[in-house]
């Protein structure tokens, strides 16, 4: 059982990190588009986003937030893998398994997610003016201790929970008709995305909201005034580089999930 557990986990990681590389300028994207940090977040659709983004900031903006994502993110998917598969061998139930394996892992997704994507929204003003990982998190502690790191934790519960029991359920269902590993993992990708983007995009705007005067003390608040000034649409602010992003994000994760997986037996 170790064995198998240890072989789980060691694939997760390695997808987590082919992952980040496959789809961090997406991700880049999708987060300026749906926080409300940037003063152009109003108007900028995404192609004149990645426009304006290269040049005032050049190509390095779109992998502000790599690193820690890079340093954290293959422990983030080793845990959900191993918590997916505890679950789904107790309870039977791949839906049930995904679920509470994107719920309970969110104790360790979310301070890397809120990093990832305070650094993401950082417009640098010049030389010297672009905060690191190291400088953003201690800001964070001094700011708020390490609750800054849980900001945007309930809506990011209310994603996971059913986004991966669907990304799962797809995954299991595909893989086991033998369909292609990387068209099931877009396709549970994009399961997960389709499903959850309303409350993803208040994850975004409670994480990356104004350390000193922020606009929303709850995450209600924050759905409320998103649906108020822009209705229904304000929630699928983003929606083209989510998608694009996960598709290829998790075709590129399952697909080396599946092949270590595979070598490791």
Same mark, same amino acid.
């Given at each position: ?9 060691s694939a ?13 300028p997406f ?16 108007f ?36 959900l893998?191993a918590?997916f598969?505890?679950?789904r061998?107790?309870t039977g139930s791949v ?22 994507s305070r ?9 010297g ?13 001094? @700011?708020r #201790?390490?609750?800054a $790191? =849980?900001? !945007?934790?309930? &809506?990011l519960?209310? *994603?996971d929970?059913? /986004? ?6 797809v ?11 990387a068209?099931?993992?877009a396709?549970s990708?994009?399961?997960f ?19 000193d ?5 709850s995450a209600?608040?924050?759905?409320l005034?998103?649906?108020a @000034?822009? #209705?229904?649409l304000? $929630? =699928?602010? !983003?929606?083209g &580089?989510?998608?694009? *992003?996960?598709?290829? /994000?998790?075709a ?14």
């Amino acid at each position: 059982m170790a064995t198998a557990t240890q072989a789980t986990m060691s694939a997760g990681a390695l997808s987590g990190f082919c992952q980040v590389l496959a789809e961090q300028p997406f991700d880049t994207i999708k987060v300026r588009l749906q926080s409300r940090a940037l003063a152009f977040d109003a108007f900028l659709g995404p192609a004149a986003l990645v426009r304006h983004t290269y040049a005032a900031e050049g190509t390095r903006a779109f992998f502000q937030g790599v690193t820690p994502r890079l340093a954290t993110y293959s422990g983030v998917k080793a845990s959900l893998f191993a918590l997916f598969e505890a679950f789904r061998e107790q309870t039977g139930s791949v839906a049930l398994a995904g679920a509470a394996a994107g719920g309970l892992n969110t104790a360790i997704s979310c301070p890397q997610d809120v990093l990832k994507s305070r650094l993401q929204v950082q417009v640098a003003s010049g030389p010297g003016h672009y905060l690191g990982p190291l400088a953003t998190a201690k800001l964070l502690l001094e @700011a708020r #201790g390490v609750a800054a $790191f =849980y900001a !945007g934790w309930l &809506p990011l519960v209310c *994603r996971d929970v059913p /986004g991966y029991a669907l990304l799962y359920s797809v995954y299991v269902a595909g893989t086991e008709r033998r369909l292609p590993t990387a068209l099931v993992g877009a396709a549970s990708g994009l399961a997960f995305y389709v499903s959850t983007l309303p409350v993803d995009r208040v994850k975004t705007v409670m994480m990356t909201q104004p350390l000193d005067r922020p606009a929303f003390s709850s995450a209600r608040a924050a759905f409320l005034e998103i649906y108020a @000034a822009n #209705g229904i649409l304000g $929630f =699928y602010r !983003g929606c083209g &580089p989510t998608l694009a *992003r996960t598709a290829c /994000g998790q075709a590129v994760a399952l697909s080396v999930y599946d092949w270590a997986s595979r070598r490791a037996r």
